[in-house]
């Protein structure tokens, strides 16, 4: 089990990063997940933007 902590700027910044390495790390992460609890539906909002990124593939 992990637990990943992040403010929605740095989390911005990290999915920027990853994209332009085109590795997608963090959000295959994100996308992949199990969440255990979700009582303001920002793990949902973040798994659909990680979904998002990577079924849009890398930038050219």
């Known amino acids: 089990m992990e637990f990943f902590a992040h403010t929605a700027d740095g989390l911005a910044e990290i999915f920027t990063a990853d994209a332009a390495s085109r590795r997608g790390v963090m959000q295959?992460?994100?996308?992949c997940g199990v969440v255990l609890a979700d009582a303001h539906g920002h793990a949902e909002r973040i798994q659909a933007l990680a979904v998002a990124d990577l079924l849009a593939g890398p930038h050219p």
């Not at 295959?28 to 996308?31: C, H, K, L």
């Open 28 to 31: 295959g992460m994100d996308a």
